[in-house]
């Protein structure tokens, strides 16, 4: 049994970034935008904390880097589509090809560099009471302002009043506008945050998953944020649920190989991909679900009659 | 000020001198590019007054009520509010001030609940069990029975207004704004929505009531103001003036009521259906429960009904959007079974179908007029060659339905989206109609259209079924089923009543039915109410 613990301290590794970045997507789309750029923004977060970090060698600098990034990142795409009215879903796209662009160019410079990961808060004495220790008090930063932040939006969507307000306008952009709240400021917001969430995704790659940087490291972990906020009905709950479920996928490769399970390491690699498209069409059956959940309103541009 | 709190409808009579306004419009004009929306408009409404606002579609009405709800502002002219200069700068300013509206397109959000949506309404935050309170309390002060915990979604389009109502009037409103209120209620809920007016009325609150119906604002309103054009035409004392002579100020000209001319004798069964249930595939839709029904050539039968109670069901059923496979008699079309047939294969056996929705369903928006003439009527007209659009007969088709019609649009190339909902309207039924059908199955044709246009398209199908053709109307238009069905059946919880003629129905047997009361000798102390319950 003494592959329990390091089976799920790298489940909590694979999932956090993931959460993370679902996290931001998720209040988004609440919304009513639909930013389909979080590869792109999770890419630029990535870059932006691991190059501060190595050249200041804070950890907390780069940490912060990573959000003011993701958020830059995303203020071109909410002004893109928010202000310009341009096509969610092409805008996105291009953020995210922009984005993979955009990192391998500043990252150039500094791949080969290492830094010292993340550090763990590490409670004496508390650390070292076994499974119990190393899986609760032995994480990182990122790691508890994950799961931090998965429940606070939880609660900021059900029991607070801004809550509501944001997913009035996700619901009904025209309802919202006509009683008089500001739809596209709203929205900005939920955008912004929705960036920062996402540059905070990408340095958890860059800083604590591998304390490196390589080009395109997040391979496909945008997307598959993208994916988990369907699958969680846009749901906080759920989303947590949902990342740590396909973090565990992807780390079974792992386990499979050094357990001396005989499959191919390529079909272990697509699980996580394969899962994602078996997930979305269970979900797509039920509809109730996603006409309670969904925000009507996603994707479409609104424009105030005048 | 103090004066003004102490006003009721015994002062207002004496309306002129006696002190200021609750509001007054002074010389308001709104220009959009291409089109002066208002020109120089000027009314007031006094406390307590319930003030009629008329105008045709496009007469500036809801571009006026928008500037004093602080949607958008005036190009010039000011607002006297109280007797004060007022900028209202927003909604939020509006209801602060004590302006509340009742928006023609409900304004609610479909996955929230009724107490959410009354919240995000309202200005200052507050603690939502305080919230519930006053909602119960003004549910039962002013008779209007809601679930503060029902998703929206589940309500009827009757209790969906009364949330409307509730949020503004949790906030004491001093000037009550309602824009087309009584378009989707059964009579019954007309007859409850305007005892709460007049006790509002009574109380001192100023009521601006905007609607087409016209025998609506001859019960409730003391004074009229007639918009045509962006300008103010006319006032009236609607109590003194008849639906017909207040339609004609409305349009500036004579109104030419629907001429039912001599009706044909009914032919053969054009267009029959039998024992035709379904379950409904959409979420919150109404199954349809052992529907039958004919319809003669040259009848004109109505379907009565309060929306959601199956007319959608058995309009897409009707109209092949839903296909039912293995009872292919259950729809029968010119003696030819259609049930399992999709809208193509009906529509060339000669049916042609208008639905509710203009923008969408019946017409693409970003397409041409004379693009859309084609999607429907490529195969009758002969609109295509070779897979080719003939280009020449597709526009002179689009161009006629504008001549006949009196759509007004700049022509066959303007996109349909573009259009006014009573002009595009005109434009689809002018569409089916054109391609003479032998079965036309029409889904609110008039709604949300002006007397003028409305009275067009009556007197289009009317016309249409003399010359031989089935006519099913589905409406909620009870005026308009009056004025040109032959007979009537109503459709209540997804089944519907024996047919009636006309002439042996009253209004308000039609009414009990669309409450679904079938049993006319039943007791009538349950009215047609679904919210019946308490919410306390």
């Known amino acids: 049994m003494d592959w329990i613990v390091p089976f799920i301290l790298t489940v909590i590794t694979a999932s956090t970034p993931l959460l993370l970045a679902a996290t931001g997507e998720l209040i988004t789309e609440k919304s009513g935008v639909l930013n389909l750029g979080v590869e792109g923004m999770m890419l630029i977060g990535a870059i932006a904390g691991f190059a501060i970090t190595a050249s200041t060698g804070s950890a907390t600098l780069g940490i912060m880097a990573a959000a003011l990034a993701g958020m830059a990142t995303s203020l071109v795409f909410a002004f893109l589509t928010l202000t310009l009215m341009a096509n969610q879903v092409a805008t996105g796209l291009a953020l995210t090809i922009f984005g993979v662009g955009i ?14 990961p993340l ?6 004495v508390i650390r070292d009471i076994p499974v119990i220790g190393p899986i609760l008090f032995g994480q990182d930063f990122l790691v508890y302002f994950s799961i ?6 939880g609660w900021f969507l059900t029991r607070t009043r801004a809550g509501l307000i944001l997913k009035a306008v996700g619901d009904s952009h025209d309802s919202a506008h006509a009683i008089g709240y500001n739809v596209i400021r709203i929205r900005y917001m939920a955008t912004l945050f929705g960036g920062a969430m996402s540059g905070l995704g990408g340095a958890y790659l860059s800083l604590a998953y591998t304390p490196m940087w390589a080009e395109n490291m997040t391979a496909g ?21 949902g990342a740590y479920m396909f973090g565990c996928i992807s780390v079974l490769q792992l386990h499979a190989q050094s357990a001396g399970i005989n499959v191919p390491s390529q079909f272990m690699s697509m699980l996580p991909y394969l899962a994602t498209v078996v997930v979305l069409v269970i979900i797509s059956s039920d509809y109730t679900k996603i006409r309670l959940n969904a925000p009507a309103c996603i994707g479409k541009a609104f424009r105030p009659a005048q | 000020m103090t004066a003004i709190s102490g006003n009721t409808t015994g002062a207002v009579k004496q309306r002129t001198g006696s002190g200021p306004a609750q509001l007054e419009i002074c010389g308001v004009t709104k220009a959009f590019p291409g089109c002066l929306a208002n020109d120089n408009i000027s009314f007031r409404i006094e406390p307590g007054e319930i003030h009629a606002l008329l105008g045709e579609n496009g007469a500036g009405k809801s571009t006026l009520v928008k500037m004093i709800y602080g949607v958008m502002q005036a190009d010039a002219g000011e607002l006297l ?20 509206l009742v928006f023609q397109h409900f304004s609610l959000f479909e996955t929230m609940t009724v107490l959410e949506n009354i919240a995000l309404a309202m200005n200052d935050v ?8 006053q909602v119960i309390e003004v549910e039962k002060t002013y008779g209007l029975p809601l679930d503060p915990d029902r998703h929206v979604y589940t309500l009827s389009v009757g209790e969906r207004q009364r949330i409307e109502i509730v949020r503004c009037l949790l906030q004491n409103p001093k000037l009550l704004i309602l824009d087309e209120p009584t378009s989707v209620l059964t009579p019954q809920e007309v007859d409850k929505l305007f ?3 007049r006790r509002l009325s009574s109380e001192g609150c100023a009521i601006l009531y905007i609607s087409h119906k016209l025998h609506e604002v001859q019960a409730l309103c003391e004074h009229a103001t007639v918009l045509r054009g962006g300008k103010v035409v006319d006032t009236c004392d609607p109590r003194a003036e008849t639906a017909k002579s207040m339609a004609e100020m409305m349009i500036g000209q004579k109104l030419v009521s629907p001429d039912r001319g001599v009706r044909p004798a009914p032919g053969d069964v054009r267009l029959s259906v039998k024992n035709l249930s379904l379950v409904s595939d959409q979420q919150f839709g109404t199954d349809l429960q052992d529907i039958s029904f004919e319809v003669r050539g040259g009848q004109i039968l109505g379907v009565a009904g309060v929306a959601g109670n199956g007319q959608n069901e058995l309009f897409q059923a009707l109209a092949g959007e839903t296909e039912i496979h293995g009872a292919p008699d259950c729809i029968v079309i010119d003696k030819q079974p259609v049930a399992g047939f999709g809208p193509r294969r009906r529509r060339r056996l000669g049916a042609a179908f208008v639905p509710e929705e203009r923008n969408g369903h019946g017409a693409v928006p970003n397409m041409s007029l004379a693009e859309n003439g084609f999607l429907t009527a490529f195969r009758r007209m002969a609109l295509s060659a070779r897979g080719l659009i ?23 190339g303007a996109e349909a989206g573009s259009l006014s909902g009573g002009n595009l309207q005109k434009f689809i039924v002018g569409r089916e109609i054109m391609q003479d059908p032998g079965v036309l199955v029409i889904s609110q044709p008039t709604w949300g259209v002006d007397a003028g246009a409305a009275s067009a398209i009556h007197q289009a199908l009317l016309d249409l079924a003399a010359k031989g053709t089935a006519v099913l109307v589905i409406s909620q238009d009870l005026d308009e089923i009056y004025a040109i069905c032959d007979q009537v059946v109503v459709m209540a919880g997804g089944k519907m009543s024996a047919a009636r003629n006309m002439a042996d129905v009253t209004i308000d047997e039609i009414g009990l039915l669309m409450g679904g009361l079938h049993d006319l000798n039943g007791d009538l102390a349950p009215k047609q109410d679904g919210g019946q319950h308490d919410p306390a």
């Open chain 1, 103 to 116: 990192s391998a160019l500043v990252g150039s410079g500094f791949v080969g560099f290492a830094i010292d």
């Open chain 1, 119 to 124: 550090p763990a808060l590490n409670i004496p």
């Open chain 1, 148 to 153: 931090f932040m998965v429940l606070a939006s």
């Open chain 1, 221 to 241: 972990r945008g997307w598959i944020a993208l994916a988990l906020v369907v699958f969680a009905t846009w749901r906080p709950g759920r989303l947590l649920g």
């Open chain 2, 81 to 100: 509010w109280e007797g004060t200069p007022v900028t209202i700068a927003s909604p939020h300013d509006a209801r602060e001030m004590g302006i509340g």
């Open chain 2, 126 to 133: 507050r603690d939502m069990a305080v919230l519930r309170q």
């Open chain 2, 195 to 197: 005892e709460t007016l």
């Open chain 2, 390 to 412: 003939r280009e020449v007969p597709t526009r002179s088709f689009a161009e006629g339905i504008i001549k006949t019609f009196d759509v007004r649009t700049t022509g066959h």
